[in-house]
């Protein structure tokens, strides 16, 4: 008895003594909680096709036009879009300037997907500026120009971007759905757009004129007496002299999508097992004689096999200057694909030009200028329907990409990976250092050490006719690609390689002695 008392002085002294505290330190005992703020609805409206020297924030889906938040920017609070469930949030907007290029916007306390990321402020003029206090899922988060931090396995925030004609110091890309977007849409903060250029007819080019016998001279020709099967993408790569026009006079992004002849499901995805990407096309790129890029950029570990997206012929297979080892391919309608940045090829491709959907073509990459970057798959897509404007018939292969089905090729079927003859010099060098982390990627280093597939020099091409000067569309279509011949001891990574590959050939030996044996042992008998 005396002790359930002694319990119950010491429970009301603690209660005392906790209620004591609370009160000394200005509280209570019930929790406190912080409001959401009253957000107003941002009123989305598309992008103008004048300049917008500060727009508060844009949504670009693939395949729509640019839904712009707050435009033009102003003063204005707690602002969300939409309203409930926001995407994207910030508690005040300040703007300032007059023109489009003085135009400035000053967002505080933003918020992207409900706060999973977050930043103190974000300011801009005319798209340029400053990101304070970003986080991710609460952790602080430090980025230098062009720099990225991942979100899970389906995003990435980067700190300053530019789509198309829209720059802006925070955006994040979707690299698969989430939420209500779609892979591949960008949110862009503060950002500004330049304004639209008119539209320009396409310049052809006189067929009876001089191409100077280059390959990758842009042969134009009409709809009507293109070769609806034809093979070679020679009238889509440019010539040196293309690369020199100047940038007001280059034809703008396409955005159309038009179809390619098939269903959706005839095509294959062209990395084996998927990539990472968001839609780059269209975005700016000083090395390119039109200042834009033609295509997305497919990101996966460096050895991951490409494959054919359709079936159909090989052409152009070899080194290109940006590309590093590309090839292109065509399928049955005509429509042409480029893939660029290989580490290598399939050494079955060499010697067979036509090949089948899902079929390995090479292995992913970062050869040409993409030797800094990591490594990825450029991959373009140039319809039949846009082949007479040449090079710049590229459309955004985003929304392609997104309904093409994904293959993994077993690992009976992957073929040996194999390399041509880079240019002497810095290319040579590079390209060597891929191709050693392709065997290494691929588990090959020792067999290729020990027994180096021969390379195809500049003369072995020229006799072989994979040289890409003096050739015109028809004579690619006969053009077979060159071949690196496999020496005898590459028979072991087809047989699984190492030890595992000898024990295989010892019983394989031992099979044929105890026939043998057994055939020497029943001759008397016969």
């Known amino acids: 008895m005396r002790r359930g008392v002694w319990l119950f002085v010491l429970g009301v002294l ?19 909680t ?104 609460g952790s602080s988060v430090v980025l230098a120009a062009g720099q990225t931090a991942l979100l899970g396995d389906w995003g990435e925030v980067t700190s300053g971007r530019t789509v198309g004609r829209l720059t802006a110091p925070l955006a994040v890309v979707l690299f698969a759905a989430h939420g209500s977007l779609p892979a591949g849409t960008t949110i862009l903060l503060g950002f500004a757009a330049s304004a639209q250029p008119a539209a320009r007819p396409p310049k052809h080019q006189n067929p009876s004129s001089d191409t100077s016998g280059s390959a990758h001279q842009p042969t134009k020709t009409t709809p009507s007496t293109r070769p609806q099967t034809t093979a070679a993408p020679a009238h889509i790569e440019k010539s040196k002299k293309y690369r020199h026009h100047k940038k007001k006079h280059a034809p703008q992004p396409l955005t159309a999508r038009p179809s390619l002849g098939y269903k959706p499901g005839h095509y294959v995805f062209p990395v084996n097992g998927g990539a990472s990407y968001g839609d780059t096309y269209g975005g700016v790129r000083n090395d390119i004689y039109d200042g834009w890029h033609h295509g997305d950029d497919l990101f996966a570990k460096l050895g991951t096999p490409v494959v054919a997206v359709a079936t159909g012929k090989l052409s152009l297979v070899g080194w290109n200057r940006l590309g590093g080892w590309r090839l292109w391919l065509t399928d049955g309608k005509g429509n042409s694909f480029y893939y660029a940045h290989l580490a290598g090829y399939s050494r079955w491709i060499l010697d067979h030009p036509n090949v089948k959907a899902g079929q390995v073509l090479g292995f992913l990459g970062r050869t040409g200028d993409a030797f800094t970057t990591d490594p990825h798959l ?76 021969p390379l195809v020099t500049p003369d072995e091409f020229l006799r072989r006719g994979m040289v890409e000067a003096a050739a015109s569309p028809r004579r690619i279509t006969n053009i077979r690609a060159t071949s690196a011949h496999a020496a005898a001891s590459d028979v072991l990574p087809w047989l699984g390689g190492g030890s595992g590959g000898i024990a295989l050939l010892a019983l394989s030996a031992g099979g044929f002695f105890v026939r043998r044996r057994r055939r020497t042992a029943a001759e008397p008998a016969s």
């Open 34 to 137: 912080t409001s959401t703020p009253a957000y107003a609805r941002l009123t989305p409206s598309f992008l103008p096709a004048a300049c917008v020297g500060a727009g508060e924030a844009a949504i670009v889906e693939p395949g729509s036009r640019v839904l712009a938040l707050g435009t033009p920017a102003s003063s204005r609070g707690p602002s969300a879009y939409p309203a409930t469930t926001p995407l994207v949030a910030f508690a005040s907007a300040t703007a300032g300037g007059s023109t489009c290029k003085t135009a400035s916007v000053t967002l505080q306390s933003v918020s992207l997907f409900g706060g999973l990321v977050t930043a103190t402020s974000v300011s801009a003029t005319h798209g340029s500026g400053t990101v304070s206090g970003l986080a991710i899922n």
């Open 14 to 32: 603690a209660a005392a003594i906790g209620a004591a505290s609370a009160h000394a330190d200005g509280t209570t005992g019930t929790t406190a």
């Open 378 to 453: 450029h991959f373009e897509i140039h319809p039949a329907l846009y082949l007479s404007l040449g090079y710049d018939g590229a459309v955004d292969p985003t929304t392609y990409l997104q309904k093409w089905h994904t293959v993994w090729v077993p690992k009976n079927e992957m073929p040996q990976p194999a390399k041509l003859a880079a240019p002497v010099g810095t290319p040579a060098q590079e390209a060597a250092v891929v191709w050693h982390e392709l065997l290494a990627a691929r588990h090959l280093l020792g067999t290729h050490e020990r027994a180096r597939a």
